[in-house]
């Protein structure tokens, strides 16, 4: 019998487990644990990422090839391929909420250019002594158009917009390499040196920043030095619950191969599918888990970065140092300005026991904030809490696949009549907060029922696990969406900050928060922004809390509208992002939570971290890259 | 160098003014009036008093109860920090603190209920119907600000003539269905029980004058209207100018409750406020003869119900009627643009108290001064304007028909300046109907017209004659004073060409330096004035300007010395001022014994018949007067007494006050320039 209920214990663990993980992440079957150290070329590539990119992902969208959404010829839309938990699914509300939020219709298409125009992308200029030198390494390499036009964008709206209309980029890499390890990255560097060649640091690829968009202005031979065959978990220290990882792993590959060991980092960006560990890095990234686990910054122990002066790394592991300033903070957040980040030692966990999803329903968006604001303050945020507003409670509702069953439909239908007509919730005024919960069973339920406690007093009811968990389902396929909007005229972008909370209780029915004041402003100045530039339909400004901290909070924005009626959609909404990151930093919201910097907010920096601040990164940059061979000119 | 200074603004004239006075100016766009008396005179009052009184409100925000607002307020973190600070200053417990700050919320909070307000709209009816023959407001401002409250919180800002125009602020709101504002109205008013309590539950709040360095009463007070207006429960209503405008002048703005209802925006609690001038203009002025006394020295009564009651013989006149305009409201965000950086504001725990920053003070001053001249811009102009400061300028009286031709004349030369008229029927009927309405302050004798000398009672001094001379002609100025803004920059620039011909830049400049007290004159836009007066001059044919030269034409000279004899009474004033100050002024001389002093100085010299110039035994010019010398640093305060430097302190290199005041004395009164 105990043996019995252990093995159903530890079934029902691996069930949860395998539900994380194929919720959103990519089922793999083949692999075997990496845990030994390995040399250099030793092994073949087993990540997720092939040299190739493209012949797995999309060129000119999100993700991969074989998923995407659309609208079936009945007009309902679909979500394709087999590898998310919407795959396959007809979301038949989506139509409706899409047609009636952006004034657009299935009728109206945008389609994409279907192929690369290869001519139409700017020869490679190549510097060809760095090139016969490269080849002696064997290290390979390629200067096929495919591959450039691959690195020359992240996935910022313009990016996108531009790949679809098959817009001409002014600037690509003239070529790309992949080293298979640290050594492989300390022969290109000093190559690169050598022969004066501009290098950019690619990983994932996921930048909203315009952090990996060539500068137009560069002459040199740019290189694009991508990551993704460094992948392998080096060593895993069990005793220090640590790993040793190569940075170019990607998030997804990262957690699977922890968890064959029983561990894992517990870092989840929204992009972790496809961002690299280096990325992480070098943008100070921040995981929906972070109450838990920390942010980048709190799970680096140890960095091995290669730059033009040569390898910048720590003697020792200890967990904390008085060494002067610490300089992992240089390269934590430097963006691929000062060297690539080859090697992380990072801090691992086992695996959860247990792990729930929960919601909270509560009546307004201001009751929603005080809640959190109670919750930080308390110090028992669950490992993700995040509050969306009433756009994007709808936004998420509309996600819904069909159900099958009349007796959920009927459930739904009576949770929907208690709390809209017997609390009298307003279903244009309620939010919902998205909770998981990590740790041991017992704990978790302890730990949920403080949080719903807590939820009570601010006039929050408990909406279920359904409602938690399609919460987070929106933030890991809502890049796919975009690319639907595309396909309908509809430009959407997402852009967060974090502010402090700055709150003011008088009771439920009144509260201030400088939280709740950016929220409204931000969203009030878009739309007044889109009206004055001539957007002819009313734009959708929808806005989550997603992070929750002791001072502070992170705010995520959602941006999107219907641009039939505009000759230069992309400008436009430049200029309103432009105008809301002003009302954001006004409203004593920071230049970036997580996103980083990039070349799209460089001009706030000095306002940012002050004139001397940027002097003191670049006399940093100054001497460790002085004849700037990473080039990207991100940041400074 | 004034030349270059000439060229300069000859340079981008054309340009710049024209640009400016479209902006500032929207006489192209007036909206037009409707009676909302008409509508009473032929429904019942009961009815509309009674009425359902059901306005838009700001996004949808529910009411909220007097009570309910104490309690905000008493609980908000801003005031409890400032009751820590304040106990820990002076030692008493924070309870005590906190109780003061509760005594003075009850002393200050208003009590808006709705019965109250549909009695004063069924009183008011009754008294407005006998009192004035139209009340006229323009619909379409009313239909702005309709909007502009659902939009953002809406700050309502009337001039301030009369008592009269906060119960006409509410009565025109409560008539449009607008939500009713919460007036900031001062403490005096408390002084007759039942009104202030009447006054209370209309929507009234009070302040004391001055509370000067109390802590805690600032942090009640601004944290009271900042609650009401973050929260947008009310559209909040102040007068900009402080207090009732004595002389029909518009006042300089005072600032402090602006900066209140200003940082809220600039803290982000709220997305934008809607700043909306409102202009209130009188025909005829209840408190009339009342300000004139008031300005001579007799104090003036002290608020009283039951002198509120003798009032009632007012009741039995008639006072034409009243135009408001409610100007388009300003916003805030849109003003602040690349003035103030609101991020500024962000290193600082928002419920803590901060001296607003110099960026700031600024740009609060800058918009406090363009809202009161937007209230100038849309103030109706009555005939009786015109024809009070051309009688003023012929004491002796003139012919009626003489009297008609020129206020047509005036009339050409103010619409070309973009006054705002209202001009009923033809010139000679609207004289004639002026006269009648007027009848206690000029005469038609035969064929003369001349200002009214109250009648004395009996045998009278030398000094009383004057006396009630000076009550008519303080009386008459209050009516030429409401057309002063739109003449007074080219007036400056007429005096300024008068007296020193070759350095008219540097004239007028030290003129509009020294006037500033006395007129809204934007901070720093002296160059923009100097070209507006001159596109004017320009436009109207009586300058012209050869190269850098300012040149009169021929057919210039009724209109520059119309200008001249405009401002002359104020050049008097400061002149007088100055004299006393070099001649007769002890050292040590106190603020008090300053008006009294000047006043029997200024007697003196009209009995010795040296002066004809009435208007400088006004108390407002006299204290302007020393605030502008003050201000120039010719004269200074030392522990409250004033240390004249006017003969020592030169004010600008060319420029000494006193060769300015001398030269001024000796050809500014040349009477062959007077017409």
Redesign the interface.
Known sequence: MASDSNSSESQRIAQQRLRIIAGHLQKHKDDDSGTIATECKAEANKGTVPRKRQEIMKWNGWGYSDSKFLFNKKGQAEFTGKRYRLSGMVLPSLQDWFENTFGASVNHKSPATPALNASAVPPASLNEAFVEDLKATGIPFSHEAEDRVFRAHGHCLHEIFALREGKKFERVPDMVVWPNCHNDVVKIVELACKHNVCLIPYGGGTSVTSALECPPEETRCIVSLDTSQMNRILWIDEKNLVAHVEAGIIGQDLERLLNESGYCTGHEPDSMEFSSLGGWVATRASGMKKNVYGNIEDLVIHLKVVTPRGVIEKSCQGPRMSTGPDIHHFILGSEGTLGVVTEVTMKIRPIPEYQKYGSVVFPNFEAGVACLREVAKQRCAPASIRLMDNEQFQFGHALKPQVSSIFTNFVEGLKKFYITKFKGFDPHQLVVATLLFEGDRERVLQHEKQVYDIAATFGGLAAGEDNGQRGYILTFVIAYLRDLGMDYYVVAESFETSVPW?S?C?SLL?S?F?VL??C??VK??INRECKERGVQFQPLTSCRVTQTYDAGACVYFYFAFNYRGLADPVHTYERVEHAAREEI????GSLSHHHGVGKLRKEWMK?SISSLGVGMLQSVKDYVDPDNIFGNRNLL | HPHQATQMSNYCLNILVFVTLQQRDPMLKRDCFEDILEERRNSSDLKYALRCYAPVLYKGVTPCKANMLKNIVLQSDQLHYVINQVSQESGEAPDIIQEEASVILEEMAHRLQISTVRCFAFALSKAFKTLFQHVCVNEEGIQRLQQAIQEHPVVLLPSHRSYMDFLLMSYILYTYDLALPVIAAGMDFMGMKFVGEMLRMSGAFFIRRSFGGDKLYWAVFSEYVKTMLRNGFAPIEFFLEGTRSRTCKSLTPKLGLLNIVIEPFFKGEVFDVNLVPVSISYERILEESLYARELLGVPKPKESTSGLLKARRILSEDYGSIHVYFGQPVSVRSLAQGKVNRSTYNLFPRHIPRKPMEETQSFVNDTAYRIVRLQEDNMVLKPWVLMASLLLQNLEGLELSVLTEQTVWLRGLALSYAAFLDWPAPTAKVVSSSLALHRGLACVSGDRVSLVVGEPLGPVTPEEALFNRAVSVLSCASYRNQVLHVFLRPAMLAVAMLHLSDEVYNCFSFLWDMFSNDFILCPGDTVQDFEEACYLLVKTGAVQMPQQDIVMTDIGQPTLSFFNGLLEPFLQGYQVVCRYLCEEASEGLTEKQYIPAVRSFAVKLILAGNLRCYEVLSSDMQKNALAALLRMDAVRKVKNRMISHINQTPISPSLSLVAVAEDLYRDGLTPSYIR
């Open positions: 700055d003011l008088f009144l201030f400088r004041d950016l409204r402003n009030e100045r930093l006004a409203n004593g306002e």
